[in-house]
């Protein structure tokens, strides 16, 4: 019998990861699923999904969660998704070095640690997919998001990295980077916002408040943005093709704003850049 393809999905307590790791079960996937909470570990396993804890922010625990998903495999693991983290909002000039630091941890030193301890296993075995859920700000700049976008440019600086030297190893890495979506990423953004930044002595202030009601509403066009089963149709591409992309844009803002900033004179597009504040 025909062992399932294995596939490890971190933060699936919601979002994108939640859809993923249930879509990609019910595709007949052996999926091991990430969260941090009790709560959320119970609701995937009730679904099937063989859930674990694990915090990107904890080295220790994905030491753990590595150990835990060799031994359940025998050592066998075909893809790995990295997913989640968070977004602190700030203008660069009022972000204490703490919050960068922090954002750096979540999206990026344990998405980096996590990796390299899944690349033995799937060298052992000559294959493997990673494909790592970035974001159009990793590839163009946003006011007032400086430091999510340094984390998710130098996500991706890191992947493609690891993808030429992964070149004959029979493991691909690919990036996703989803344009806007429904989600409570923006809403959650506003504690981030409220814990680090003095929004109140801030000469930005006034873009604050104005961010703050955009991020309750959901973000600009919430109603008309498109679901995290948008993410899952490339990941399937990422997961399944023989010539699996380095690059999959998701939504329409995305695509336009890899476009606009091949196309425009660089002074014309970074003006653009600046008017989304």
């Not at 750096?104 to 493997?128: D, Y």
Request: glycine share 10%.
């Amino acid at each position: 019998m025909t062992q399932p393809r294995t596939i490890l999905v971190t933060s699936a307590s919601s979002g994108i990861g939640a859809h993923c790791a249930r879509a990609l079960k019910a595709e007949g996937w052996r999926v091991f699923a990430t969260a941090r909470r009790d709560a959320d570990i119970a609701a995937l396993t009730a679904d099937g999904v063989e859930a674990l804890p694990m915090d990107y922010r904890d080295q220790a625990s994905i030491a753990r969660l590595v150990d835990e998903v060799a031994a359940r495999t025998g050592g066998r693991l075909d893809a790995l998704f990295n997913n989640g983290g968070y977004s602190q909002v700030g203008a660069v000039e009022d972000l204490p070095v703490e919050a960068l630091r922090e954002q750096f941890e979540a999206n990026f030193f344990g998405w980096h640690e996590l990796t390299r301890r899944v690349i033995p296993l799937m060298r052992a075995q000559g294959h493997g997919r990673i494909v790592s859920v970035s974001s159009i700000l990793g590839l163009v700049p946003m006011p007032y998001r400086g430091a999510y976008v340094a984390s998710k440019h130098a996500l991706e600086g890191l992947m493609l990295c690891l993808r030429a030297e992964m070149q004959g190893s029979g493991i691909h890495v690919s990036l996703i980077e989803p344009g806007p979506l429904k989600s409570r990423f923006g809403v959650n953004g506003i504690s981030w916002l409220s814990e680090r930044i003095d929004s109140e002595n801030s000469v930005h202030r006034a873009q604050y408040e104005a961010q703050m009601r955009r991020m309750l509403a959901g973000g600009s066009g919430s109603s008309r943005k498109r679901g995290p089963e948008a993410v899952h149709a490339v990941l399937r591409h990422a997961l399944l093709s023989s010539r699996p992309r380095p690059h999959y844009f998701v939504t329409w803002q995305a695509r336009l704003g890899v476009a606009l900033k091949r196309v425009l004179p660089a002074a014309l597009f970074y003006r653009l850049v600046a008017s989304t504040s």
